[in-house]
């Protein structure tokens, strides 16, 4: 595995991040089969949010789970995202909401704190003020350590943090081999004749680079939004060739190789998997060894369907 430490945030945290997103569908004993499968493998840090599941059903499992794996709370980051409220169709950032879901989200992980909050995606009627309100309350009352966003442009964050006076050095977005567009636009900049152009995130990744702010990102295996795994997918031939073929070469799975690639970027980020399948978990980790030169880097990003402008 490898570590890193994030600025102002928790240090030695694995580069591989487990996500809880999936832990709904387990047993209490298949759960704490996974979270003991990722701790063995160096994963330190599990990802969850308060929309897992039903109820928040996610935390409340991993929490059932946990006792069954010998593991230490304080040998784990335990991060939790609000802020997203799919059972009443809106995003809330209001300082009640942010307060009580986190109180939510400690009865449910059956913990004093959250190492890491984020605030999932942005309400679009935030008021900066009262999401500081909210920080400091939080941290006052030791509830939270270190504080984060997710899916937030630059200009977003730099509006957050005209207020709010805890460092904010997390952004979890969107990031795999098929989903690159936090990487394609700056490639393609101000070309007309693709879409891989267009700037969707305000160069949201140069913008952390530039502040120390930690990537984290979701969905690494996944097309599309939820599309699906395109691991073993027929839908992308030329990409399961190439990682097939590196996979070979380094003895690792093709899985592995895809995590290699975001792990190989020079922003130094994380990777948030999903997989709740022990086997999956192992074969994955094994990403942390593998050595993509500066031209397998760019063979994938182009076996996956872009061009050279
Ligand atoms: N901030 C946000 O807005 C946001 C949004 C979405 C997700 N997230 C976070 O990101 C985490 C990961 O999301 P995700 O589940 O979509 O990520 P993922 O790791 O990209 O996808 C996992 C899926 O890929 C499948 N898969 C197929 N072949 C696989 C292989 N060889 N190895 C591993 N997996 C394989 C898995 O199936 P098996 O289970 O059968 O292995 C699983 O269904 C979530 O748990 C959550 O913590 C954050």
Not at 99 to 116: A, I, M, N, Y
Not at 125 to 141: I, T, Y
Not at 184 to 192: E, F, G, H, R
Not at 229 to 258: G, H, M, T, W, Y
């Amino acid at each position: 595995m490898k570590y890193l430490s994030i600025k102002n945030g928790p240090q030695n945290v694995s580069a591989v991040i487990q996500g809880c997103m999936r832990m709904p569908a387990l047993t209490r004993e298949e759960a704490a089969k996974v979270i003991r499968t990722a701790f063995d493998c160096g994963i330190n840090f599990f990802d969850h949010a308060t929309c897992y599941g039903e109820n928040g059903e996610a935390e409340t499992r991993f929490a059932e789970a946990f006792p069954l794996t010998g593991i230490r709370r304080e040998d784990i980051v335990l991060q939790s995202k609000c802020g997203l409220c799919f059972d009443r169709n809106e995003f809330d950032w209001t300082k009640e909401n942010i307060l009580s879901s986190v109180d939510d989200s400690l009865r449910r992980l059956k913990t004093d704190h959250l190492d890491t909050l984020l605030l999932h995606r942005p309400d679009l009627l935030f008021e900066p003020e009262a999401v500081a309100a909210a920080f400091d309350a939080l941290e006052q009352a030791g509830k939270v350590r270190f504080f984060g966003v997710s899916n937030l442009m630059p200009m977003q964050i730099e509006l957050l943090k005209k207020y709010v006076k805890q460092p904010l050095q997390i952004n979890q977005v969107q990031l795999s081999l098929e989903q690159s567009q936090l990487i394609d636009q700056a490639l393609y900049m101000n070309n007309k004749t693709t879409d891989f152009s267009v700037s969707r995130d305000g160069s949201a990744l140069d913008y952390c680079r530039l502040h120390d702010i930690t990537v984290q990102a979701w969905s690494p295996l996944q097309y599309g939004m939820f599309g699906g795994s395109f691991i073993d997918n027929p839908q992308f031939p030329e990409l399961n060739r190439v990682l097939a073929e590196i996979a070979e070469r380094e003895q690792v799975s093709k899985a592995a190789v895809a995590i290699a690639w975001i792990l190989r970027h020079p922003a130094n980020m994380q990777a948030i998997i999903g997989t709740m399948n022990p086997a999956h978990i192992t074969d994955i980790c094994a990403a942390c060894d593998v050595k993509l030169s500066h031209h397998d880097w760019y063979t994938l990003y182009l076996a996956s369907g872009k061009f050279l402008p």
